[in-house]
């Protein structure tokens, strides 16, 4: 189930080069499939049609070799479905969840945690949140399948959104892949067979990663060139 508006997107891979007069040169890679307006539901705590749901939203991506391999940044969005009833936009109610970032191995998610974020929260209101996450500067490497996903935090106040994706991605691109742990299930059962379903070959989360040749405390990247991948 999704909402969408009648907007165009590109599968995109963004190859960056900075060198800024008296600043450290830097290499950078972003990944980014863009936003198309559409937001896939159901999201977060609780849902009148269903009962407490915890659905889990998962993308998988890889940096091909040469490519940048400490995470600067993770942008998405996400919208505030509505009551209780998850009917519509009209009676907005906040989202609270955590992103996680993991390594992938075809069928769950393995090993620590490379990245957690804070709570995170949508903003109660008819338009989309938009999310831009400070990584860290954590490394990953390259030729390696990695996830990020979004698990809902339960706070015993019933919160519902959709997070924005496309159904005409590039399947070579990464995969969007959903847990359904319902009430009983923990998120260690992510890390099991079986949890994740694939949820088609051709729809992605969108989203803009954007990974450095150094941590960012200490370069600056701008960018130089653009490759796109299909329309």
């Known amino acids: ?36 307006g559409s937001f896939f ?8 049609r269903f ?22 940044s993770l942008a998405f969005r996400m919208m505030d479905i ?3 009833d998850g009917s519509d936009f009209d009676d907005p109610d906040s989202v609270d969840f955590r992103l996680f970032i993991y390594e992938w191995d075809s069928s ?20 989309p949140t938009s999310f831009q996450i400070d990584l860290g500067g954590r490394e990953i490497k390259t030729e390696t399948d990695y996830m990020w996903l979004l698990d809902p935090i339960f706070d015993g106040v019933a919160g ?9 991605g590039v399947p070579e691109f990464g995969e969007f892949y959903v847990a359904f ?8 059962d992510l890390f099991a067979d079986g949890s994740w379903n694939l949820f088609g070959t ?14 960012l405390s200490s370069v600056v990247p701008e960018p130089s060139s653009l490759l796109l991948l299909g329309s």
Do not use: H
């Open 1 to 36: 189930m999704y909402r969408q508006k009648p907007k165009i997107g590109l599968i995109a891979v963004v190859m960056l080069t900075a060198l800024l007069s008296g600043v450290e040169r830097a290499e950078a890679t972003i990944l980014e499939i863009p936003d198309v």
């Open 41 to 48: 539901q159901i999201f977060g705590e609780e849902d009148a």
């Open 51 to 72: 009962g407490p749901r915890r659905f889990v939203w998962g993308q998988t991506f890889r940096l091909n070799a040469g490519s940048d391999t400490f995470l600067n």
């Open 82 to 84: 509505g009551g209780a």
């Open 108 to 127: 769950k998610i393995i090993n620590d945690a490379i990245f957690v974020s804070p709570a995170l929260s949508t903003n109660e209101s008819d338009e």
């Open 160 to 168: 519902t959104g959709g997070v924005s994706w496309t159904p005409s």
């Open 181 to 188: 742990l319902g009430t009983s299930g923990t998120f260690n």
């Open 202 to 215: 051709t729809r992605e989360l969108t989203f803009r990663l954007e990974t450095t040749s150094q941590p």
